[in-house]
C-alpha cells in the first residue's frame, strides 16, 4: 500500500513563510504533486517533482529527495488568500496518484 | 471553456437508492478517475478509465461502478447507496496515464446518504 504524510494543520502571518512537509513510503515512484484547495473547491495543481531538488515557481517552491522519501512544499510571502488545504499526492508503480491527508495552512493578519 | 463538469452540484439520497454522478471533459483528455474525499482521509481512487472504452478498479470500488462508451463521459453509479458513501466526489481528467500527467479536477458533487 502507499503511506504518504503530512501534517494536518499549520498556522502562519501573513508575510511570512511556510514549510509544509511530506514523507512517503509508496510501492515505487514515479513523481510527487503538490495540489491546492480551498474550501469548498477543487483541487488545483501546483507543481511536479520527479528529480531530487528544488523547483521554484514564483512565491511556491517544491523540494524532493527520492532518497530520503521526502518533499516540502514552501510558500514565501504569506497572502492571506493562501490559506488553503496543500495536497501531496505521489504516483507509484501503477502510475495512479496516492494522496495524503492534506495540511490545512490558515495565514493570520 | 468548461474543463470538467460535474452534475449534480449536491444531493441528498436516501438509502437504498440509485444515483448516477454525471461528468464530462471537453479536453480530449484520454484519462478520467473518481475520487472521493473524506475528512481526514484525503483524496482516494475509486475507478479509473485510461482510455474511451476501458476502465479499472481503483482503491475503494466496492458499491461503485462506471463506464466509459466515449471519451468525454464518465459517470459514476451508486447502484444502492449506504450512509457509508456520503462524501464529496471529484471527477478528474489528464491527458495520457504516464509519469507527469497533471489530473484536472472538476468542481465536485457533495452526497449525502441518508
Known amino acids: 500500500g502507499q503511506n504518504i504524510d503530512q501534517p494536518t494543520e499549520m498556522t502562519a502571518t501573513e508575510g511570512a513563510i511556510v514549510q509544509i512537509n511530506c514523507t512517503y513510503q509508496?510501492?515505487?515512484?514515479?513523481?510527487l504533486f503538490w495540489y491546492q484547495q480551498h474550501a469548498g473547491e477543487a483541487p488545483t495543481f501546483l507543481s511536479y517533482?520527479?528529480?531530487?531538488g528544488l523547483e521554484e515557481k514564483g512565491r511556491f517552491s517544491s523540494f524532493l529527495s527520492r532518497s530520503k522519501g521526502y518533499s516540502y512544499l514552501l510558500l514565501k510571502e504569506l497572502q492571506m488568500k493562501d490559506s488553503a488545504s496543500y495536497l501531496c499526492?505521489?504516483?507509484?508503480?501503477?502510475?495512479?496518484?496516492?494522496f495524503g491527508a492534506g495540511t490545512t495552512v490558515t495565514v493570520r493578519a | 471553456i468548461a474543463g470538467i463538469t460535474q452534475a449534480p452540484t449536491s444531493q441528498i439520497l436516501a438509502a437504498g437508492r440509485r444515483m448516477t454522478l454525471r461528468c464530462t471533459q471537453d479536453m480530449r483528455h484520454n484519462a478520467m478517475y473518481w475520487y472521493r474525499q473524506d475528512l481526514g482521509l484525503g483524496l482516494r481512487l475509486i475507478h479509473y478509465s485510461n482510455t474511451a472504452g476501458t476502465t479499472g478498479k481503483g482503491e475503494v470500488p466496492d458499491g461503485y461502478s462506471v463506464s466509459r462508451a466515449n471519451t468525454d463521459d464518465f459517470p459514476l453509479t451508486l447502484a444502492s447507496a449506504v450512509p457509508s458513501q456520503t462524501s464529496v466526489y471529484f471527477c478528474a481528467s489528464s491527458e495520457g496515464t504516464g509519469d507527469y500527467n497533471e489530473q484536472f479536477f472538476g468542481p465536485g458533487t457533495r452526497l449525502t446518504v441518508l
Open positions: 517533482n520527479v528529480l531530487d
Open positions: 509508496t510501492s515505487g515512484f514515479n513523481g
Open positions: 499526492a505521489v504516483i507509484g508503480n501503477d502510475y495512479k496518484l496516492s
